[in-house]
């Protein structure tokens, strides 16, 4: 069974991500750090429902902490896939952002890429075969006020993947992102109401975290082994 780490498991993109990867027969590492008890809940959940999965926390900013839970995981084997998803908005124009704003939400997205990624490539590597997926944002494509570190921190990744894809393309790894624009949740249905969805996406809705996770499986599985160094939008024709 091919074992999965998905970083911030425990949010609403997150969840979809680990059912899916549950649904297609891999053992789903659970990841949260503030969100302990939902990841946890989470991997019961798909548990009970027939999947494998089981919770993991760290914080993905602390590289020790990183290297020590990771160390931990692969004592039971190789992670096979990792998709970086954990990320952060600390909103506000350039002009009256804060440096401990810019800093935060680089350090999580982008840092946090590293911290992860990195202590997991070798016994990939040893193994020949490994998927890693980035989630990045339209943000990152097209730009958005208001979220300069965050768009910054996304298409930090997208140069990350470009670079490490051609690193590992020999090795049977292949390193992709995902691009959502505007997906249904709490925080997007609080953010754009109907109209400005219909301005905005050329399709005039918003999309929905299942059909993110779709395409993350479709990376992560054998049959995108030609696939890698892309990145991928999947944001209804916006940019």
């Known amino acids: 069974m091919r074992r999965a780490l998905v970083t911030g498991g425990a949010g609403g993109l997150g969840e979809a991500i680990c059912r899916r990867l549950a649904a297609a027969g891999r053992h789903v590492y659970v990841h949260a750090h503030t969100g302990a008890a939902r990841a946890r809940a989470l991997a019961e959940r798909i548990s009970q429902e027939g999947g494998s999965a089981e919770a993991v926390l760290f914080d993905v900013t602390d590289p020790a902490a990183c290297a020590s839970a990771l160390a ?25 952002m804060a440096a401990a704003q810019w800093s935060r939400v680089i350090d999580v997205s982008l840092n946090g890429f590293f911290n992860v990624t990195q202590p997991l490539l070798m016994p990939m590597i040893q193994r020949r075969w490994g998927r890693i997926v980035n989630i990045s944002s339209v943000a990152a494509v097209i730009g958005n006020r208001g979220q300069t570190n965050y768009a910054a921190a996304k ?56 059909e993110v996770a779709e395409l993350v499986q479709f990376l992560a599985s054998d049959l995108a082994g030609y696939v890698t160094g892309q990145i991928v939008s999947i944001n209804g024709g916006m940019g």
């Open 72 to 96: 931990l995981v692969l004592e039971s084997g190789a992670i096979d896939i990792v998709v970086n998803n954990a990320g952060i908005h600390d909103d506000a124009v350039m002009p009256a």
């Open 155 to 210: 298409a930090g990744l997208h140069g990350a993947t470009r670079a490490l894809a051609l690193e590992l393309a020999s090795r049977g790894v292949t390193v992709n992102a995902v691009a959502p624009g505007i997906i249904a949740s709490p925080m997007a249905d609080a953010a754009f109401d109907q109209a400005t969805i219909a301005r905005l996406v050329p399709m005039k809705r918003a999309g929905t975290p299942t």
